[in-house]
């Protein structure tokens, strides 16, 4: 059975231009994907794995609304589907006029999988937010917690 990647992440280097802009771009083509009838709100995530592949997804929402799905997960489901473990970078894109951030349940699934993750958020501009997932989500709960029971 696959485990969660436990071990310190050493894929933190900055993206360079070109393969945030592919990230980016990547985003931007799932947030037409969106399946977001109920919200309107259409977004796209993409991961960059440690291998340099892209792997997208967008937000799914169920008229059963808890059941929704954010893009930064059904990306992560994937990318994990397609046996990528640990991730460089995720970029954020969506149809509102402003910077979409991940939400909490995100920054705790993307977390696990690269804590020192870049982050790239964009708008419908040229304005980029660049973050890191532990900036994100300081002091998360991780899986090396799981190990601290006597
Ligand atoms: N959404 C995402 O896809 N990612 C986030 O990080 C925040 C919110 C989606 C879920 C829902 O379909 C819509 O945005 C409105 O909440």
Avoid: W
Wanted: with cysteine; charged share 20%; glycine share 6%.
């Amino acid at each position: 059975m696959n485990k969660p990647n436990m071990e310190t992440p050493t894929v933190d280097a900055q993206l360079d231009a070109e393969t945030e802009n592919r990230l980016v771009a990547a985003a931007r083509r799932a947030v037409q994907a969106a399946h977001s009838p109920y919200s309107g709100v259409c977004v796209g995530a993409a991961l960059l794995d440690d291998v340099g592949c892209i792997h997208d997804g967008c937000n799914v929402e169920s008229a059963s609304y808890g059941l929704t799905i954010c893009a930064e997960r059904t990306a992560l489901v994937s990318a994990v589907t397609a046996g990528a473990r640990t991730f460089r970078a995720v970029a954020v894109a969506s149809n509102l006029p402003r910077l979409l951030m991940p939400c909490g349940a995100c920054r705790q699934f993307l977390s696990e999988f690269g804590p020192r993750m870049q982050v790239v958020v964009v708008g419908p501009g040229e304005e980029r937010h660049r973050t890191t997932m532990d900036r994100l989500l300081p002091s998360a709960f991780s899986p090396a917690d799981l190990n601290a029971l006597p």
